[in-house]
């Protein structure tokens, strides 16, 4: 209410904590049905979206703020399995050359700059899709490694950086 009363009355908007999120309904996670996660995702995710966009424009028109979003462990769901031997982990990569990613690569060679791609990481290199630990995770090797957030981006999660990422020229 704070955010829609100052986007209206023109005050300022110093921070936003989009926390809410809801667990879903009690249905065993293996017999919920995609309407039961449609509404999860719109709760837990399109409202967070929606809470960034709106005092994000505001905080960015008035040069500060402070935009915060809260998570749980609980969002990987591994609880599901429990006593299962079914693990659920989630690997968050870094730049690595994939479908969703090969313009960059694929621009990058082009300009004749590939080997400056990954030179915001510590690295100093890009990911390989084999480094993503996503083999490491499917095999006996990670048997105890479950319910876990998995930072595989070549240190740039440790060095907190900003913004969208560019190329240099």
């Not at 079914?86 to 060679?109: H, I, K, M, Y």
Request: charged content about 20%; some cysteine.
């Amino acid at each position: 209410m704070k955010d829609r009363l100052c986007l209206v009355t023109g005050a300022s908007v110093e921070e936003n904590v989009a926390n809410i999120g809801v667990t879903g309904t009690n249905t065993p996670f293996l017999e919920q049905t995609a309407e039961e996660w449609a509404e999860v995702y719109r709760i837990n995710v399109i409202s967070c979206f929606l809470a960034i966009k709106y005092a994000g424009r505001h905080m960015t028109a008035q040069g500060y703020g402070s935009i915060i979003l809260t998570s749980s462990a609980a969002s990987l769901r591994a609880n599901a399995f429990s006593e299962t031997d079914v693990r659920v982990n989630a690997v968050l990569p870094g730049l690595v050359e994939t479908q969703l990613t090969r313009s960059v690569f694929e621009d990058a060679r082009a300009r004749g700059v590939a080997h400056k791609l990954g030179h915001v990481t510590p690295m100093k290199r890009p990911g390989r899709a084999e480094e993503t630990a996503a083999a490491f995770l499917a095999s006996d090797d990670s048997s105890y490694v479950d319910g876990q957030l998995l930072s595989v981006d070549g240190g740039v999660s440790s060095t907190h950086p900003y913004g969208r990422i560019a190329l240099p020229k």
